[in-house]
């Protein structure tokens, strides 16, 4: 086990903020390094070169010494995020941590597939709408999707901003019927400098997009989707660590 991994940040516990698992107590291991760069991408800490100073690199035993420090020794939920986590090698991770009695989700893109999202509990695949400015590579999705095994519960978290936002995530419900769709009123106001992380976001806004988005599924009598608000951003904002 000589493979390192870039971590951003570990902590917790929190609460989990999003999609399947949004309320769910759990740890988060922030890994450093992401392959786009999302116009509101709200967590450039862990996606920007130039915070790679901060990032450490750390083998998979002191990660999970690391997450049950944290939960006080009992067995937690460990979110894998980033960046893009998938970048990572964290099949050991997946391996320590079983042992240890941690369950994993891992949340990514779904840019790059990797054998060992079979070994996880739970994955979030979240492909970037137009207003990210990043283009969707379907057949990439897919190959994450087949990565998972049977017992894995994927599932695709969209981030709705507007109307094409939306058109993008009908558009990704009709490839992959079989898997859940949550859509997310987006958080249109990310950090504005490098050291500004703790940004309050405007609720209010928020709050009339998530109204708005409702209203669009109910009028197109969408009622197998989750419509939900970004739980971490309106309890902590931006800031790091939460």
């Given at each position: 086990?000589?493979?390192?991994?870039?971590?951003?940040?570990?902590?917790?516990?929190?609460?989990?903020?999003?999609?399947?698992?949004?309320?769910?107590?759990?740890?988060?291991?922030?890994?450093?390094?992401?392959?786009?760069?999302?116009?509101?991408?709200?967590?450039l800490y862990a996606v920007l070169p130039e915070f790679r100073?901060?990032?450490?690199?750390?083998?998979?035993?002191?990660?999970?010494?690391?997450?049950?420090?944290?939960?006080?020794?009992?067995?937690?939920?460990?979110?894998?995020?980033?960046?893009?986590?998938?970048?990572?090698?964290?099949?050991?991770?997946?391996?320590?941590?079983?042992?240890?009695?941690?369950?994993?989700?891992?949340?990514?893109?779904?840019?790059?597939?990797?054998?060992?999202?079979?070994?996880?509990?739970?994955?979030?695949?979240?492909?970037?709408?137009?207003?990210?400015?990043?283009?969707?590579?379907?057949?990439?999705?897919?190959a994450c999707v087949e990565a998972a095994s049977c017992s894995?519960?994927?599932?695709?978290?969209?981030?709705?901003?507007?109307?094409?936002?939306?058109?993008?995530?009908?558009?990704?419900?009709?490839?992959?019927?079989?898997?859940?769709?949550?859509?997310?009123?987006?958080?249109?106001?990310?950090?504005?400098?490098?050291?500004?992380?703790?940004?309050?976001?405007?609720?209010?806004?928020?709050?009339?997009?998530?109204?708005?988005l409702l209203g669009r599924v109910i009028a197109d009598g969408?009622?197998?989707?989750?419509?939900?608000?970004?739980?971490?951003?309106?309890?902590?904002?931006?800031?790091?660590?939460?």
């Amino acid at each position: 086990m000589t493979n390192t991994i870039l971590v951003s940040e570990v902590f917790g516990p929190v609460l989990q903020g999003e999609g399947a698992l949004i309320g769910k107590p759990t740890v988060f291991v922030r890994t450093g390094g992401c392959d786009m760069r999302c116009v509101w991408c709200d967590t450039l800490y862990a996606v920007l070169p130039e915070f790679r100073h901060e990032w450490q690199p750390l083998t998979a035993q002191v990660i999970i010494e690391r997450v049950l420090h944290l939960s006080q020794g009992k067995p937690i939920l460990v979110t894998l995020s980033g960046g893009n986590p998938a970048l990572q090698p964290l099949e050991p991770l997946l391996d320590l941590g079983h042992a240890a009695g941690l369950r994993f989700a891992l949340e990514t893109q779904g840019s790059v597939a990797r054998s060992w999202f079979a070994k996880l509990e739970h994955l979030a695949l979240s492909p970037k709408p137009p207003s990210s400015r990043m283009k969707i590579d379907w057949q990439k999705l897919q190959a994450c999707v087949e990565a998972a095994s049977c017992s894995t519960q994927a599932v695709l978290k969209i981030v709705i901003f507007d109307e094409s936002d939306y058109q993008f995530a009908r558009e990704a419900a009709a490839r992959f019927p079989a898997l859940p769709i949550y859509l997310q009123a987006g958080n249109h106001t990310p950090p504005q400098a490098d050291n500004d992380w703790a940004a309050q976001p405007d609720i209010a806004g928020i709050a009339a997009r998530l109204e708005w988005l409702l209203g669009r599924v109910i009028a197109d009598g969408w009622n197998d989707v989750t419509v939900l608000p970004q739980l971490h951003t309106i309890l902590w904002g931006n800031r790091r660590g939460v």
